[in-house]
T-cell receptor, first 119, second 116 residues
Framework: AQSVTQLDSQVPVFEEAPVELRCNYSSSVSVYLFWYVQYPNQGLQLLLKYLSGSTLVKGINGFEAEFNKSQTSFHLRKPSVHISDTAEYFCAVIPSINAGGTSYGKLTFGQGTILTVHP | GAGVSQSPSNKVTEKGKDVELRCDPISGHTALYWYRQSLGQGLEFLIYFQGNSAPDKSGLPSDRFSAERTGGSVSTLTIQRTQQEDSAVYLC??????????????FGEGSRLTVL
């Protein structure tokens, strides 16, 4: 089984400041990792994902995340945030295919981090 | 529209009543999922459909919860004899099977259920 821990439930920042949203996971097998974002009154949408290859992945809206296998982390970063980045961010995992993972999208999500960007 | 559509967007019901929540996935998406988002609990998986069959119902919290999918399209989640702890946002997602194995799901806006 997998578990995901998002270390901060709320992160307030000022516009144009850098931000890091922390995510740690636990799994006995290799996993794929994801960040989903939920803007106010909208459904979740995929921000970025790590499947294999380069440990630094870039997503939409200038966000990036780095997979660190030794620390079992997948922290999300943005060098300069905008008011429009205010949203709830969810880290998620799924067993990788070569780890005998499910062939469908049964994601395990963290509890979410609410990012609030102040002017 | 081109996205996942859910209805109703908000539902307030009395304890003990039955409720039905509907999901209309993106056309052509074979995989369909229901998740529940409770305050401070993150998202929890409820059930997965591949076509009209549900090979994974492991997340349904009790036998008061059931779901069906017809015509490989619309799905209905039914909660019988609702309890206050059922209050949550119920999210539907769909995906192509080719994307589902790598975790790319498309979510609706959810149905917010409040049980008084």
């Amino acid at each position: 089984a997998q578990s995901v821990t998002q270390l901060d439930s709320q992160v307030p920042v000022f516009e144009e400041a850098p931000v890091e949203l922390r995510c740690n996971y636990s799994s006995s097998v290799s996993v794929y990792l994801f960040w989903y974002v939920q803007y106010p009154n909208q459904g979740l949408q995929l921000l970025l994902k790590y499947l294999s290859g380069s440990t630094l992945v870039k997503g939409i809206n200038g966000f990036e995340a780095e997979f660190n296998k030794s620390q079992t982390s997948f922290h999300l970063r943005k060098p300069s945030v905008h008011i429009s980045d205010t949203a709830e961010y969810f880290c998620a995992v799924i067993p990788s295919i070569n780890a005998g993972g499910t062939s469908y999208g049964k994601l395990t999500f963290g509890q979410g981090t609410i990012l609030t960007v102040h002017p | 529209g081109a996205g996942v559509s859910q209805s109703p967007s908000n539902k307030v019901t009395e304890k003990g009543k039955d409720v039905e929540l509907r999901c209309d996935p993106i056309s052509g998406h074979t995989a369909l999922y229901w998740y529940r988002q409770s305050l401070g609990q993150g998202l929890e998986f409820l059930i997965y459909f591949q076509g009209n069959s549900a090979p994974d119902k492991s997340g349904l919290p009790s036998d008061r919860f059931s779901a069906e999918r017809t015509g490989g399209s619309v799905s209905t989640l039914t909660i019988q004899r609702t309890q206050q702890e059922d209050s949550a946002v119920y999210l539907c997602a769909s995906s192509l099977l080719s994307l589902a194995s790598t975790g790319e799901l498309f979510f609706g806006e959810g149905s917010r259920l409040t049980v008084l």
